[in-house]
C-alpha cells in the first residue's frame, strides 16, 4: 500500500502538523505498508565505556582529516617545489613535493569519509524493513514521513548530545575545504611572479639566447653528458626527431645539462619535410623565415593541455597528440586541424650554423609554449 492508496486513511494537514517525529515514523511506515521488523536503539543504556570509545574513534578519523588538511596547506604553500638536479642538494626534498601532496589530501579526504561510515555504522540505528514498492512519485505526506524517520534515525544516534564528534568533524571537513580551496586557487596563494629565476623561467624557455651565445640543437641520447649536436644531414626527408638546447658553456656541467632535458618547455620536434611537401608549406606571418631550407622545428608541448606531441605521420604531415587526440598540420605552421587544442604549436626559428654545420635556434619562442594560460601576455 502507498499514499497513493485511495483506501488509506490520510490524517489532515492541522493533524500531520500536530505529529511528534515519532508519530511520523510510525505513520509513514503503516501508509507505505513498511513493516519495521527490527528498530533496535544502538545504545540502550547511555554513556557506557563502549559508547565511549566508538565515539572517540569517530572523532580520531575526524581529527586525522583535519591534521591532514592542514598539513596540505603547509605543504602545498612551504614544501621546496623548484626543480633541483638528482646530484645536488635538496633533490629528495623537491622530489616529494607531489608525493606529499597527494598523501596529504587523501589522508584528509579519506579520514572524513572512514569517520563518516564509522558515525553510519555505530551510532544510526540499523533497522529492518519491509516495504512493498509503488509506481509514481512520492506524495508531500511520503515526503514529510520520510523526512521524520530520517531526522529520526539522526536524533536516535545522540548527535545532539554527541560534541566531540560533532567538533571533530566539523574541524575535518574544514580542514579538508580549506585544503581543497588553496588547491583550486593555489595559483594566488603561491605567486611565481615573486622571484625573478621564476618568472624569467615564465617568460622564456631553455632556448633562450643569452648573452649572445649560440643555442645548438641536441639528441636526447639519455645521457645527458653525452652531447649529440644535430647536422641537417643527419634526418631523412620525412623523419622527424626531439631535439632539445645545449649551450657550449654548459659542456661538462652536469646540472645544467640535466636541466635542458628535464625542463618541461625545452623538448622540440625537428621535421625534414620532403621536398614535394616543402612546396606546399603554408608559413605564419611574422615567422616566415623560422624555418631552414625543408627543416622545421615545432614545440612537442601540445597547446591544449601540454601533453607530448610525440607522433609525426609523414604521408599526412600531420603532428599528433595522444592524449586527447589534437592533430596540427606541419605543413600549414602546426595549426590545429583536429580534436580540442585551439592554438598552433609554437614554432622555434632555426639556421645552421656555418662555422661548425650544426643547427641552432636563433632565438626563444615569441609565443606561448604548451596550453597559454600561465604565460598568456595580456
Ligand atoms: S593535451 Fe594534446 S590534445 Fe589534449
New binding site residues.
Given amino acids: 500500500m502507498s499514499s497513493s492508496d485511495p483506501e488509506r486513511k490520510l490524517p489532515s494537514e492541522a493533524a500531520l502538523a500536530d505529529m511528534s517525529r515519532e508519530d511520523l515514523v510510525k505513520l509513514g511506515g503503516q501508509l507505505d505498508g513498511v513493516e519495521l521488523v527490527e528498530y533496535p536503539d544502538p545504545w540502550p543504556v547511555k554513556g557506557t565505556r563502549a559508547e565511549k570509545r566508538a565515539e572517540r574513534l569517530v572523532a580520531l578519523w575526524f581529527l586525522l582529516a583535519a591534521l591532514a588538511g592542514l598539513a596540505f596547506v603547509v605543504v602545498f604553500v612551504a614544501w621546496p617545489s623548484d626543480y633541483v638536479a638528482p646530484d645536488q642538494p635538496g633533490h629528495t626534498l623537491y622530489s616529494l613535493y607531489t608525493p606529499m601532496l597527494g598523501l596529504t589530501l587523501g589522508v584528509s579526504i579519506g579520514g572524513i569519509g572512514i569517520g563518516a561510515l564509522l558515525y553510519t555504522k555505530k551510532f544510526i540505528p540499523h533497522e529492518v524493513a519491509v516495504q512493498q514498492r509503488h509506481e509514481g512519485g512520492s506524495t508531500e505526506l511520503d515526503k514529510a514521513t520520510l523526512l521524520a524517520h530520517l531526522s529520526d534515525a539522526g536524533a536516535r544516534s545522540g548527535i545532539a548530545r554527541r560534541s566531540l564528534i560533532k567538533r571533530t568533524a566539523g574541524l575535518g571537513a574544514g580542514a579538508m575545504g580549506l585544503g581543497l580551496g588553496v588547491f583550486a586557487l593555489g595559483g594566488l596563494v603561491k605567486n611565481p611572479w615573486t622571484d625573478s629565476e621564476s618568472k624569467d623561467s615564465l617568460w622564456h624557455t631553455g632556448w633562450k639566447n643569452t648573452d649572445g651565445e649560440r643555442v645548438f640543437l641536441r639528441r636526447a641520447t639519455g645521457n645527458p653528458e653525452e652531447v649529440v649536436l644535430v647536422k641537417p644531414e643527419d634526418l631523412d626527408a620525412g623523419a622527424m626527431e626531439t631535439v632539445f638546447p645545449f649551450r657550449e658553456s654548459e659542456r661538462g656541467d652536469h646540472t645544467a645539462l640535466a636541466h635542458a632535458l628535464k625542463r618541461s618547455d625545452n623538448p622540440v620536434m625537428l621535421i625534414r619535410l620532403r621536398p614535394e611537401d616543402s612546396a606546399r608549406v603554408v608559413k605564419h606571418q611574422g615567422q616566415e623565415d623560422y624555418n631552414y631550407g625543408d627543416y622545421y622545428a615545432y614545440t612537442k608541448i ?1 597547446s ?4 607530448p ?1 610525440s607522433l609525426y605521420e609523414q604521408r599526412t604531415n600531420r603532428i599528433l ?1 595522444p ?4 592533430q596540427f598540420d606541419a605543413l600549414t605552421y602546426a595549426k590545429p586541424v583536429f ?3 585551439t592554438r598552433k604549436l609554437a614554432q622555434l626559428p632555426i639556421d645552421l650554423d656555418e662555422e661548425t654545420g650544426y643547427l641552432y635556434a636563433r632565438h626563444d619562442f615569441n609565443e606561448a609554449v604548451g596550453p597559454a594560460f600561465w604565460e598568456r601576455k595580456s
Fill in positions: 601540445c591544449h593541455l601540454g601533453c606531441t597528440c592524449c586527447h587526440q589534437s580534436g580540442p587544442a
